[in-house]
T-cell receptor
Framework: AQSVTQLGSHVSVSEGALVLLRCNYS??????LFWYVQYPNQGLQLLLK??????LVKGINGFEAEFKKSETSFHLTKPSAHMSDAAEYFC???????????FGKGTLLTVNP | NAGVTQTPKFRVLKTGQSMTLLCAQD?????MYWYRQDPGMGLRLIHY???????AKGEVPDGYNVSRLKKQNFLLGLESAAPSQTSVYFC???????????FGQGTRLTVV
């Protein structure tokens, strides 16, 4: 069975600082991996996805993530945080014939002025 | 471009009442999903469908039923609502494989 672990339910950074949100997956074969963002009282929006084409994936709003098979990780980073980045971030994994999409528990990002 | 539309957006139910949540997508996607979101729990998969006329159980299916009679619609039913079903419900659809899922805006359900 596949699962996703997000380390840290809450991450707080200063505006302009590096953002690092951690995601590890467990899967017997390399899966498809996704990062989604959720702003308050809204649905989920795709930030970026890994589909085996390239290990470093660039997404919207300056975010990127690197797929590391040896570490079974797909951490999300942004060099310089902006106040508008404050939101909840979810890592998700999909594989198998039914493409069931499994989510981590989420990381709430707070950006301090 | 509507994408994924959920109705209703808010609902308050009394314990024991029934209701149906409707999800409609206009992207011709094969795969559709129902999730519930609770604080600290992330999104948990209730039921999903891999095509018209098919449904399958997810992580937390108890107390819910689903139907997918038409490709564009995925219905989630609560036969006898319980306070533990108070949650925000999200529907999503996907083309499968490496395609991302698209989400509706959610339904906030309170069972009193």
């Amino acid at each position: 069975a596949q699962s996703v672990t997000q380390l840290g339910s809450h991450v707080s950074v200063s505006e302009g600082a590096l953002v690092l949100l951690r995601c590890n997956y467990s899967s017997s074969v390399p899966p498809y991996l996704f990062w989604y963002v959720q702003y308050p009282n809204q649905g989920l929006q795709l930030l970026l996805k890994y589909t085996s084409a390239a290990t470093l994936v660039k997404g919207i709003n300056g975010f990127e993530a690197e797929f590391k098979k040896s570490e079974t990780s797909f951490h999300l980073t942004k060099p310089s945080a902006h106040m508008s980045d404050a939101a909840e971030y979810f890592c998700a994994v999909s594989r198998g014939s039914n493409y069931k999409l499994t989510f981590g528990k989420g990381t709430l990002l707070t950006v301090n002025p | 471009n509507a994408g994924v539309t959920q109705t209703p957006k808010f609902r308050v139910l009394k314990t024991g009442q029934s209701m149906t949540l409707l999800c409609a997508q206009d992207m011709n996607h094969e795969y559709m999903y129902w999730y519930r979101q609770d604080p600290g729990m992330g999104l948990r998969l209730i039921h999903y469908s891999v095509g018209e006329g098919t449904t399958a159980k997810g992580e937390v299916p108890d107390g819910y039923n689903v139907s997918r009679l038409k490709k564009q619609n995925f219905l989630l039913g609560l036969e006898s609502a319980a306070p533990s079903q108070t949650s925000v419900y999200f529907c999503a659809s996907s083309g499968g494989g490496r395609s991302e899922a698209f989400f509706g805006q959610g339904t906030r359900l309170t069972v009193v």
